[in-house]
């Protein structure tokens, strides 16, 4: 196990490498000229040279790439040209409201999706599964967008129970978590619905329950246990594109996050950041596979790492 | 602990527990947009610009009505062709950190912004400066490479603020995050999204009424719309037209309109044809409705333009009228030879508004069969297709529709950089290439005085001229338009789309 671990993320090398490589030749070809938009609306051509110089951006591309290379390796994601912050600082204080952003909406969008899912899956074609269902296809329908605004009607302005946005206390959580899983939630009921009602024609379902194992055990047991594989998967995927940040939960409840950042570094063409934040982001996904698989042994035994 | 004192704890403690019941009086700003930065000298958007002012000042600046006055300095004069400038400091002024503001402190700050190998994005402020002479503490003396008679304008631009001389040494290029100057506030916090400064009990004016100033950026404008009705913030400055009626219908709000320096029109290119000729040019302009124009893409809060420059701006004269007249535009159109109209393209950055405009543009146009393909190109598309283009005969652009802000809230600012013949890009900013040696007489006229009467009749020559000439189909002037609780008074939005909370306070 641990030297398949190890395989694995020495595997991971090459990729990065690559993207690093790709995600460079990527902003560089975007057209726009990111001199010109950091000095601004209303720089001369005299104040746009200094800034390209200033910023590097007068040397030739294969020696910015060297440069960024080498400092990437030994951990300077370099200076934001926007706000010459440094990136690792830009990013950090976004990271970490993201990552309990998505994990808050996780938790509570695959517990309740996978309750609905089950529960839809053994009531199949009977009010529970109707309702559970509806909810489903409502979940993944809502637009986030009108979603938000409208908990931030009714719960801040109306009732003013919760905070419009912002990035604080636990009562700060509770909105854009919601409305960041109910989409998560909705498939995760769908996809369990179905992997549910597909193991429930296997024979092992069918023999354990002609033996007599009590219908409970049938279910949480024998059949989630199986349909657990697909689900992780499912999860990961889901973990995965969450951590990139959500542009409109971002958005709407002022959630400091770095889905924003990703997009205000796109049209500002901030080179660095965007190459940080892209790289980030391709690791993670590299390491939630990694769990991914990691979390499959545990699913099932049968499963095993050489 | 008698009954008494037992409620009023409770009562007190109850009140620490419900939310919007805060003793302490903190101004609230929700803003659309993130800060890129704190050093004034190197930061080039309004919001950042406007907020910096909260902990900056400069030796001049700017009232509610954009009107030039004196800040850190007293006052000031000049030789009769503007290449020296005298100015007389305010005396008894310390920055945040304890460091006197006198001469020596002017010079260090112009002397930094203006030497090239410091590469600061406003460097051109002041760039015509050679020599900055310290004449006692209190004086200083400004030479001028050149004649600039908008000198003393563009020092109160905030690009001219003054940083502290021991905190420009002791932090160098990472004073934008640790800003020091002489205002109404002290910087306390800046994180993601928000900047946080506490009030200057030590300031050289009255100390500010509030406690502190928080600018937050929220991204959407309903959520800023919801912050303002659950109290959560009390400013909302440039806020959109479509929420007006929500803020109209709530009796602790207010919505105040107030015009701008900000003028839009749609820039020909004079180099192509059939921009070249004078009489096409002239003729579009008589094809546009300017008062649907405000109707339309401003909820009719706008002005249309009279000139070649908003009437908020310093020597605006009204230069002329071109009334909307399709019988007249199109008999211009057959005089030019363009009796069967012609098909061109309009550039604009892509927005909601601005399609809004293009469109309308398309449609007013199609009148006198000109036909127009609507471009809205992304901004960074713009920036390198318009503006960073090697020389003028590359030039695609036909025509592009955009606004204008003099940050100066000078003239010299809202025509040089537009109306000039040398401006054009990659140069600066005159994408209708318009090119008029009387006009350009007239600008360099202006600057080589400092004298404001003589500075008048130049820019109204060449505001005359130059709408004659009709480089661009004039629109209109929007209006500012913020909103903010009933209680806080002392805010203004400024022409130029900033504002001004340093007289901010709240009704008991």
Same mark, same amino acid.
């Given at each position: 196990m641990l030297s398949y671990l190890i395989k694995r993320l020495l595997g991971a090398i090459p990729v990065v490498l690559m993207v690093t490589l790709a995600v460079f030749a990527f902003v560089h070809l975007l057209p726009g000229d990111p001199a010109r938009l950091v000095a601004g609306p209303e720089a001369t051509a005299q104040d746009v040279e200094a800034v390209r110089t200033a910023l590097g951006l007068d040397k030739p591309l294969p020696q910015q790439f060297a440069t960024y290379l080498s400092n990437t390796v030994q951990g300077d994601f370099g200076?934001?040209? #926007?706000?010459?912050?440094?990136v690792a600082e830009e990013i950090g204080m976004r990271l970490m409201p993201t990552i309990w952003l998505t994990v808050f909406a996780m938790v509570w969008a695959v517990a309740v999706g996978l309750l609905i899912g089950v529960i839809s899956a053994v009531r199949r074609g009977r009010w529970p599964d109707y309702t559970g269902m509806i909810v489903a296809v409502s979940g993944i329908s809502f637009p986030p967008f009108w979603l938000g605004l409208l908990l931030i009607n009714l719960f801040s302005v109306r009732l003013g129970w919760l905070p419009t946005g912002g990035y604080g206390t636990w009562q700060h959580f509770i909105m854009p978590s919601f409305t960041l899983g109910l989409g998560v939630a909705a498939v995760m009921a769908r996809f369990t619905r179905s992997a549910f009602i597909e193991i429930a024609r296997e024979d092992y379902v069918r023999t354990a329950r002609a033996k007599g194992v009590p219908e409970r055990r049938v279910i949480w047991r024998h059949s989630l246990r199986n349909a657990l594989i697909p689900i992780i998967t499912m999860v990961g995927l889901q973990f995965g594109f969450l951590l990139g940040g959500s542009i409109v939960v971002e958005s709407v409840f002022s959630w400091p996050g770095v889905g924003r950042l990703l997009v205000d570094s796109v049209s500002y063409r901030d080179y660095p950041v965007i190459q940080a934040l892209v790289l980030m982001f391709s690791l993670q996904f590299i390491l939630i596979n990694l769990l991914v698989d990691v979390l499959y042994v545990f699913a099932n035994p049968e499963i095993r790492y050489k | 602990m008698n009954m008494k004192s037992l409620l009023v704890s409770t009562a007190l403690g109850l009140a620490m527990l419900v939310p919007g019941t805060v003793l302490a009086k903190d101004l609230t700003v929700a803003i659309q947009n993130n800060l890129t930065g704190l050093d004034p000298t190197n930061v080039n958007d309004t919001l950042s610009q406007t907020s910096l002012r909260l902990i900056y000042q400069g030796l001049f600046g700017f009232d509610k009505d954009m009107k030039l006055v004196p800040l850190l300095a007293e006052d000031y004069d000049s030789n009769a062709d503007a290449t020296e400038f005298t100015i007389r400091l305010r005396h008894n002024v310390t920055f945040h950190d304890g460091t006197a503001f006198d001469a020596e402190a002017v010079k260090v700050n112009l002397d930094r912004l203006r030497d090239p190998a410091n590469n600061l994005s406003r460097r051109s402020l002041v760039s015509m400066i050679s020599d900055v002479q310290v004449v006692d503490d209190h004086t200083v003396k400004l030479i001028l490479s050149q004649p600039f008679g908008a000198m003393i304008a563009s020092l109160a631009h905030p690009g001219a603020m003054m940083i502290s001389p021991a905190a420009l040494k002791e932090y160098g290029s990472e004073i934008g995050r640790h800003p020091v100057g002489t205002g109404p506030f002290v910087f306390d916090r800046w994180s993601a999204d928000t900047l946080e400064v506490k009030r200057? =009990? $030590?300031?050289? #004016?009255?100390? $500010? #009424? +509030? =406690?502190g100033v928080i600018i937050r950026s929220v991204p959407e404008s309903g959520a800023r719309m919801a912050m303002l009705q659950t109290g959560e913030a009390q400013f909302v400055p440039n806020f959109p037209p479509e929420l007006m009626k929500v803020v109209e219908n709530n009796p602790k709000l207010e919505v105040t309109t107030s015009p701008s320096i900000v003028e839009y029109y749609v820039s020909l290119n004079n180099n192509k044809a059939p921009f070249d000729n004078k009489l096409v040019r002239q003729a579009l302009n008589h094809a546009v409705d300017k008062d649907a124009f405000c109707k339309i893409v401003f909820s009719g809060l706008c002005t249309p333009a009279d000139s070649i420059i908003p009437s908020g701006l310093a020597f605006h004269v009204t230069a002329g009228e071109y009334a909307y007249d399709v019988e007249k535009a199109k008999a211009l159109l057959a005089e030019a030879g363009y009796a069967d109209g012609f098909t061109a393209d309009i550039w604009a950055n892509s927005n909601t508004e601005s399609l809004r405009a293009m469109q309308f543009i398309q449609q007013q146009l199609a009148q006198v069969n000109v036909t127009l393909n609507v471009v809205p190109l992304e901004a960074g598309v713009a920036a390198q297709r318009i503006?960073?283009?090697?020389?003028? =005969? #590359? $030039?695609? +652009?036909?025509m592009y529709y955009g606004g204008w802000s003099s940050s100066t809230g000078d003239a010299d600012w809202g025509i040089r950089p537009l109306l000039l013949s040398e401006s054009a890009p990659p140069a600066m900013f005159n994408v209708a290439y318009f090119k008029d040696a009387d006009v350009d007489a007239a600008i360099n006229g202006a600057i080589g005085t400092a004298n404001p009467e003589e500075r008048a009749g130049f820019y109204a020559t060449a505001q005359e001229l130059a709408w004659e000439g009709a480089p661009w189909i004039f629109l209109g002037v929007a209006d500012l338009i913020s909103a903010q609780t009933?209680?806080?008074?002392g805010v203004h939005m400024l022409p130029d789309r900033g504002f001004l909370l340093e007289d901010a306070a709240f009704a008991e």
């Open positions: 200076t934001s040209l #926007k706000t010459r912050r440094p | 200057n =009990d $030590a300031y050289w #004016k009255e100390p $500010a #009424k +509030v =406690d503006w960073s283009i090697e020389s003028a =005969d #590359k $030039a695609e +652009v036909q009933s209680d806080l008074s």
